[in-house]
T-cell receptor, first 113, second 112 residues
Framework: GNSVTQMEGPVTLSEEAFLTINCTYT??????LFWYVQYPGEGLQLLLK?????DKGSNKGFEATYRKETTSFHLEKGSVQVSDSAVYFC????????????FGTGTRLQVTL | DSGVTQTPKHLITATGQRVTLRCSPR?????VYWYQQSLDQGLQFLIQ???????AKGNILERFSAQQFPDLHSELNLSSLELGDSALYFC???????????FGNGTRLTVT
């Protein structure tokens, strides 16, 4: 079956530091890949997505590239801010559909001044 | 604000009881999804409805059921509640099955 593995948190960084959150996946076919962010007390929000190999999703300074050869979709940001503190979820969906998302366990990011 | 409304925000009930969680999708969204988020299981897909019909089923227990009504709102019914059912239950909606999901803020269920 499908599965997503994320690096364990929490990740603690100083403001303006470089962020990498690793995500690898196992899936049949050609899944779509997503990063969702969950701020305290809120639901998940779509951060970015990529639907095919070598696609790069980007939003709000965050980027992730769909690497089929390494089955990875690592999240990166060049300079984090305190407001980026949240839980980040990597997810995949079955081919051609956004339903039945399979999520990773989430990585908590804490950014300090 | 995602546009997805879930009620109630918090629910505390006893073991063996039955509760109903309600979700109003974003205007225009036909598809509704239910997810359970717990500390030990993470985020688990429960069930999906599209325009009133069940579309996909995930790890949903037989004690749980859901439906989507003609006005497209959805309800998740949890019965014979156990301590282990304590979790955050999220509803999400999308325009169609190929579009990204928009999540509500969740209902936190505590079973005592």
């Amino acid at each position: 079956g499908n599965s997503v593995t994320q690096m364990e948190g929490p990740v603690t960084l100083s403001e303006e530091a470089f962020l990498t959150i690793n995500c690898t996946y196992t899936a049949t076919g050609y899944p779509s890949l997503f990063w969702y962010v969950q701020y305290p007390g809120e639901g998940l929000q779509l951060l970015l997505k990529a639907t095919k190999a070598d696609d790069k999703g980007s939003n709000k300074g965050f980027e992730a590239t769909y690497r089929k050869e390494t089955t990875s979709f690592h999240l990166e940001k060049g300079s984090v801010q305190v407001s980026d503190s949240a839980v980040y979820f990597c997810a995949l969906s079955d081919t051609g559909t956004a339903s039945k998302l399979t999520f990773g366990t989430g990585t908590r990011l804490q950014v300090t001044l | 604000d995602s546009g997805v409304t879930q009620t109630p925000k918090h629910l505390i009930t006893a073991t063996g009881q039955r509760v109903t969680l309600r979700c109003s999708p974003r205007s225009g969204d036909l598809s509704v999804y239910w997810y359970q988020q717990s500390l030990d299981q993470g985020l688990q897909f429960l069930i999906q409805y599209y325009n009133g019909e069940e579309r996909a089923k995930g790890n949903i227990l037989e004690r749980f059921s859901a439906q989507q009504f003609p006005d497209l709102h959805s309800e998740l019914n949890l019965s014979s509640l156990e301590l282990g059912d304590s979790a955050l239950y999220f509803c999400a909606s999308s325009v169609d099955v190929n579009s990204p999901l928009h999540f509500g803020n969740g209902t936190r269920l505590t079973v005592t």
